[in-house]
């Protein structure tokens, strides 16, 4: 049995597939700057702030690849 819910994210599929190239791209820029807008109100941080503390969160736990070890030296 199929929910609304899966009603919807059909007919979104369907209607993502039916855009252009430069629409989905333009649709992926604008979904990146309304999450980092959300991202930023949430943590009371200005756009720039919330772009560093996105990025600083990324490299937590990562180890720096063998290359940059190298490059350190």
Partial sequence: MRS???DLKQQDRER???LSPEERMRL???LGERDL???CA???LERGE???EIRRRR???R???AVMLESLK
Avoid: H, I, T
């Fill in 59 to 61: 490299q937590l736990g």
């Fill in 50 to 52: 919330g772009l560093r």
């Fill in 42 to 44: 949430a943590q009371g």
């Fill in 37 to 39: 807008a959300l991202f």
């Fill in 63 to 65: 180890l720096p690849s």
């Fill in 4 to 6: 609304v819910a899966d």
């Fill in 16 to 18: 993502v597939a039916r």
């Fill in 28 to 30: 992926a820029l604008e």
